[in-house]
Nanobody, 123 residues
Framework: QVQLVESGGGLVQPGGSLRLSCAASGSQFSILTMAWYRQAPGKQRELVASITTGGTTTDADSVKGRFAISRDNVKNTVYLQMNNMKPEDTAVYYC?????????????????WGQGTLVTVQS
């Protein structure tokens, strides 16, 4: 079982910055595909950004140019740097990990979630 613990959430003003951290344990971190999701009040969960075992990243259109995901395989930690934050970024942010049975096929996997950390963007 993979355990994921998020930290770094809090209150920030519009235009400000925050960096979220997710510490992983219980698995070989280097073979996990990592991602950040978020869920705002009254809205469905959405993918924010992801990073592969090789370091390739993807970003949602809503955060492109403002947010950046990264990973440190020595510290077993994934980060989400959030800049130029907007009120619509307010949400609970969740760390996600996928362990694919076959990284080439990507059709079967084990998935794990953190408890979430609240981010509030408010003047």
């Amino acid at each position: 079982q993979v355990q994921l613990v998020e930290s770094g959430g809090g209150l920030v003003q519009p235009g400000g910055s925050l960096r979220l951290s997710c510490a992983a344990s219980g698995s070989q971190f280097s073979i996990l595909t990592m991602a950040w999701y978020r869920q705002a009040p009254g809205k469905q969960r959405e993918l924010v950004a992801s990073i592969t075992t090789g370091g390739t990243t993807t970003d949602a259109d809503s955060v492109k140019g403002r947010f950046a995901i990264s990973r440190d395989n020595v510290k077993n930690t994934v980060y989400l740097q959030m800049n130029n934050m907007k009120p619509e970024d307010t949400a609970v942010y969740y760390c996600n990990a996928r362990n694919y049975y076959d990284i080439r096929k990507r059709d079967r996997y084990l998935e794990f979630w953190g408890q979430g950390t609240l981010v509030t963007v408010q003047s």
